[in-house]
């Protein structure tokens, strides 16, 4: 029996379409909320946008990765994403953003176009940021200098040279000051010092000796965190809190974690952070996303997530928010027990802890190891958001690795994006292993498991024996069974071999895509599976499971 699965939804997706306007995010709703359409909703083109169909926000997409020219290595590049959370793409004005284009940075005019490419000498190591002062100016460090690049006339400028160490660096993390005039270095990894542009001055420098840190911000009032590799409650561990001269003040952490800091309403200078390394957590806040006070180090719930969840934060100057991307590293399935309430969204939360506004689901998927994290990052007033995700399209289409991401933006409450188009939601069919498309030959058994799809799936492991399905459509996946008794098979399209399966897991995955492939033209096509009778050395036998198929219109 085939179903289709895609009607309702198309439905729905039109009357957003038709309501398009400021984003209709949800405030403080806290339930499950799962995404439809998870394997088979496809963004629009780039400098398209389309509506969020669990919170209604606009969501435009900035980038299309695999068209745009790799300026550094040829060809066509395979990601395209904002630097980090904690580091502003954003000048102070909005009319221009930096997106990392793999190795090096591209720039970006406010309605995300792309104007050209910074010089390949600021790579990604760079660290690149936008002066407070102006809206052409971008400081970066090379080796032991910390330069500045002006986009307007392309002229490039060395601000300071420390010649006393090696090189410098942020540490990843590390943005511009808030009076755009401070930044904080370490020198060799080690001397961590705080540097004022203006006044072309040097402060004084800490020395770390052994002891390992890993991220260095410097804070509204021009103070430094160092986060330390070891968690707990003595000196050098957790998050410390430095002068402008690296004298000590206090632990403001017990651990390290993904955090940002910026001025609560009331001008404290805080840190927004989640709690989840804390082996000491405040009461009723495990897995929290927690405000500290850096003034005295109290802290404030502000909301509490599940521990499937993690997170990257990034705050602007201080409008009473933070902005949260939740990240589910286990990829849970919509509907499962795994999906629960804030999996895979855009989270604005309010700094006073009385609410979270839900804006938008990022449909990312844990493919690679770091690219799919959304990690989003706000503009300095927290009007506009830039986050990356994948869509899953690694596993929906060919043609994307493992590694791919695209960049996309939210202008939080405003209506002045591109009209939103419908975005192209692939009809998706589902055949199960004895619809008639599917005829065999050679030697076939049942297997009436409940974990396969319908209930039950055919397998062989005769060399020759052949499963062939007729289909229309322009993509098709083999659904199976792997287990360490399971061996390898031959794919043919159209009766031309495709790969060798390997269907071999030291574990039973059941329901798996063994095979997939997208791009066929329109039309009637065949997909045939032929057990070789061979398995790997680690399998105990040679056994291939057909349990369904879907193909794609």
């Known amino acids: 029996m085939k179903h289709s699965y895609t009607s309702k939804l198309l439905s729905f997706f039109v009357l957003f379409i038709t309501s398009f306007g400021t984003a209709r995010a949800q405030v403080t709703a806290t339930g499950v909320v799962p995404a439809q359409n998870y394997n088979s909703f496809i963004p629009p083109a780039a400098g398209g946008a389309y509506i969020d169909p669990a919170f209604g926000s606009t969501i435009q997409r900035v980038s299309d990765a695999l068209a745009t020219p790799n300026s550094s290595g040829g060809g066509n590049l395979t990601w395209i994403e904002n630097e980090y959370s904690t580091a502003s793409a954003f000048n102070s004005d909005n009319s221009r953003f930096l997106l990392v284009h793999q190795s090096y940075f591209g720039l970006y005019d406010g309605s995300g176009t ?64 808030l009076d755009g005039d401070h930044m904080v270095f370490a020198g060799d990894n080690r001397f961590v010092f705080v540097y004022q542009i203006s006044a072309d001055k040097k402060f004084s420098a800490y020395d770390t000796g052994s002891r390992g840190f890993d ?99 990034s705050a602007p100057d201080g409008n009473g928010y933070a902005f949260v991307d939740t990240e589910a590293p286990a990829n849970p399935v919509p509907n499962g027990s795994g999906w629960v309430a804030y999996t895979d969204e855009i989270l604005q939360v309010k700094l006073d802890g009385s609410g979270v506004t839900r804006l938008a689901q990022h449909r990312s ?19 506009r958001l830039l986050y990356g995700s994948n869509f899953d399209l690694p596993a929906i289409q060919s043609g994307y690795t493992a590694d791919y991401a695209d960049t996309y933006m939210i202008v939080v409450g405003a ?34 498991g409940g974990f396969n799809s319908g209930g039950s799936a055919a397998m062989a492991m005769d060399a020759g024996s052949q499963a062939t399905f007729t289909f229309t459509g322009t993509s098709v996946n083999w659904v199976g069974f792997s287990d360490p008794w399971s061996g390898i098979a031959s794919v043919y399209v159209d009766g031309v071999l495709k790969a ?16 997939s492939t997208g791009s066929l033209t329109s039309g009637q096509h065949t997909l045939s599976i032929v057990t070789t009778g061979q398995q790997n050395n680690q399998s105990g036998a040679a056994w291939i499971w057909i349990d369904a198929f879907n193909i794609t219109h």
């Open 365 to 383: 998927r844990p493919i690679s190891s770091y690219n799919w994290q959304p990690k989003l990052t706000v503009s300095r007033d927290g009007s």
């Open 415 to 448: 209506t002045n994006l591109p009209p939103p188009v419908q975005p192209v939601v692939a009809s998706t069919v589902h055949y199960e292993q004895n619809d008639p498309a599917v005829q065999y030959s050679g030697t076939w058994y049942p297997n009436q």
């Open 500 to 515: 060798t399966i390997d269907t071999y897991s030291p574990a039973q995955q059941a329901q798996k895509v063994q095979y």
């Open 114 to 177: 792309h104007i050209g490419d910074l010089p390949l000498e600021i790579v990604a190591s760079s660290e690149p940021r936008w002066s407070r002062q102006n809206q052409t100016t971008v400081y970066y460090h090379f080796g032991n200098q910390l330069k500045s690049y002006d986009i307007a006339s392309g002229v490039t400028a060395v601000v300071h040279s420390f010649n006393e160490y090696s090189s410098i660096s942020g540490n990843g993390e590390m943005d511009i000051s």
């Open 215 to 313: 991220s260095l911000y410097i804070t509204p009032d021009n103070n430094v965190i160092v986060s330390w590799y070891t968690s707990g409650s003595a000196r050098y561990t957790g998050q410390e809190l430095f002068d402008i001269n690296m004298n000590f003040l206090r632990q403001v952490g017990h651990a390290d974690g993904h955090k940002h800091v910026t001025r609560d309403t009331n001008g404290d200078e805080v840190l927004v952070w989640t709690n989840s390394d804390d082996a000491q957590p405040i009461p009723n806040c495990s897995n929290g996303i927690v405000k500290i006070r850096l003034a005295d180090a109290t802290q404030t719930c502000l909301t509490q997530l599940d521990w499937s969840l993690a997170v990257h934060i």
